[in-house]
């Protein structure tokens, strides 16, 4: 059983910074991609940051240069750094792992951008 609990949402001013964290735990083995989706009201699911297992990075346009993903391989841990955060940012945050043997998805974290 693979689980993975995430951490770090919550209600931020516009411009404001916040850190995303997620673990995974179980039996998994071998991942590849671990990475961190967002779903808004009334949207579809978008990825925001991927990284690969070599540490290569890739992010949705509209957060380069505000947000940093990064991973911990020892520690099956990926986390993402998000800054000058915008109301349009306002979504259900997902952890994402991609692993030899299956795609696993956190519980979802809510991230409100707001004044």
């Known amino acids: 059983q693979v689980q993975l609990v995430e951490s770090g949402g919550g209600l931020v001013q516009p411009g404001g910074s916040l850190r995303l964290s997620c673990a995974a735990s179980?039996?998994?083995?071998?991942?590849?991609?671990m990475g961190w989706y967002r779903q808004a009201p009334g949207k579809q699911r978008e990825l925001v940051a991927v990284v690969g297992s070599g540490g290569s990075t890739n992010y949705a346009d509209s957060v380069k240069a505000r947000f940093t993903i990064s991973r911990d391989n020892a520690k099956n841990t990926v986390s993402l750094q998000m800054n000058s955060l915008k109301p349009e940012d306002t979504a259900v945050y997902y952890c994402?792992?991609?692993?030899?043997?299956?795609?696993?998805w956190g519980q979802g974290t809510q991230v409100t951008v707001s004044t």
């Open positions: 179980g039996s998994i083995v071998s991942i590849n991609t």
């Open positions: 994402n792992v991609c692993a030899r043997v299956g795609i696993y």
